[in-house]
């Protein structure tokens, strides 16, 4: 009887749960994402002046090309981060290529750092890079997409770098390469942005 008097209640009260938690969820999802989007913008603002403070070497400047440097690029191998450039990726892909993206070159970054006299810049670089990973894993989060385990079996940089020469090419190509990626990033979290409710 108890039952019969209160289902109605019951389900009531159910149904106004559901009606609120979805556009919340959607809105906290939304926050994320635009949180991420202000972190990727703090990266790229930041790689210059990381740039400027670890290398020094004359004709290394950001928008130098790499082509005056392909007699290094054969000892120095750069690891690439996954390819975001894609109108095909779905939601859990992409998020999780820039998760693992971003954890590569905070690694390439760390083992840099050891090496570079001239280390505030790219340490609050470093921790930009991870602030971004971890606010993408929120985004993932709310968006109740299972986030992958980190990588540890990134390739390392110590055994290619037998010069200060190469520690200063490997700084730049890295930081280039972090800046194409994270341009990328900021492309993909702004088209989730817009539809987020894609899968």
Known sequence: ???????????????????YNAPLRGHELTRAVENAMSLAKEILSGIRGAHDA?????????SSEAKSLEYLLSEIVIPAPPV????ELTME???SRVVNGLELHHRLLEELG????????????????RELCDQVKEVQRLAQIPSPE?????????????????????????????RSFTQDVFRTLRHISVSPADP
């Open 1 to 19: 009887m108890y039952l019969t008097l209160f289902s109605p209640v019951l389900v009531a009260h159910c149904c106004l749960t559901l009606v």
């Open 54 to 62: 670890c290398v020094t070497s004359a004709g290394l400047t950001l």
């Open 84 to 87: 975001l450039k894609s109108e």
């Open 93 to 95: 892909t992409s998020l």
């Open 114 to 129: 050891e090496f570079l006299s001239s280390s505030g810049e790219l340490k609050h670089l470093l921790a930009a890079v």
């Open 150 to 178: 980190s990588q540890d079996g990134f390739p390392g940089l110590s055994l290619h770098l037998r010069s200060d020469y190469q520690v200063q090419v490997a700084a730049h190509l890295t930081l280039q390469q972090l």
